[in-house]
């Protein structure tokens, strides 16, 4: 079973050592990243590969529409891990243009548990209601709600007592809320950078 798929790791670990044969050894030693994605489950968006770095070099928690709750175990356990254990420099929230779990939000459907998972995308949506409403229905209007959903996000990271306790004994941590574009594999900063509680208490 998946004979391809440990094909593939085989040539891609042999590739790895050929150019660079300590590759691996250096891995086993430490894990000391300064970059934490919080990025959507989405397949076509690759943490790593998509900003060019290396195993090692980012530590990575995903999972649908990119959200930070702060009632999430799951969540809250790897940024404080990534916070206090690595101490991590930049963190950054990615959403993607063309998002399902954006559109399922706002789709008026029912469609099980992830609802609930998706509702503080449902309470950006009725936050923005009146700028949304002054675009055209469709993409336009989806695109729109997963940037404010990055800002929200980033708010909520930055609100974060992990992150808060960060700032105050002076350590050096950045929160930065960027989009992927699926079309031409970009990614475009929103310009909502938090360095300090003073910044993060000035967010939307």
């Known amino acids: 079973m998946l004979d391809d798929l440990k094909a593939r790791n085989r040539q891609w670990a042999a590739a790895k050592t050929a150019a660079d ?22 397949s076509r968006v690759p943490a790593n590969e998509i900003v060019g770095l290396d195993p090692g070099e980012m530590f990575v928690h995903r999972n649908v529409a ?7 175990a799951n969540y809250l356990s790897v940024l404080q891990f990534a916070v ?12 993607h243009y063309g998002c399902g779990g954006i559109a399922a939000a706002i789709s ?15 309470e950006v949506h009725e936050a923005n209601r009146a ?9 336009a ?26 700032w105050g004994r002076g350590q050096t941590l950045f929160v930065h809320g960027w989009v992927y574009s ?15 509680p003073d910044r993060a208490a000035a967010l939307p």
């Open 21 to 42: 044969p300590g590759f691996f050894r250096r891995l086993v030693g430490q894990q000391a990243p300064e970059y934490f994605w919080i990025g959507c489950s989405d």
């Open 66 to 72: 990119n959200l930070a709750p702060p009632q999430d």
């Open 84 to 95: 206090d254990v690595i101490r991590v420099k930049h963190i950054l929230v990615v959403g």
């Open 108 to 122: 008026g459907r029912r469609l099980g548990l992830v609802d609930h998972w998706l509702h503080p995308i449902r």
């Open 131 to 139: 700028e949304l409403d002054t675009l055209p229905e469709g993409r």
């Open 141 to 166: 209007r989806l695109d729109r709600l997963c940037e404010l959903n990055v800002m929200r996000q980033v708010r909520n990271v930055a609100s974060d007592v992990f992150v808060q306790d960060a």
């Open 182 to 196: 699926l079309e031409n594999g970009l990614v475009t900063d929103l310009n909502v950078t938090v360095d300090g």
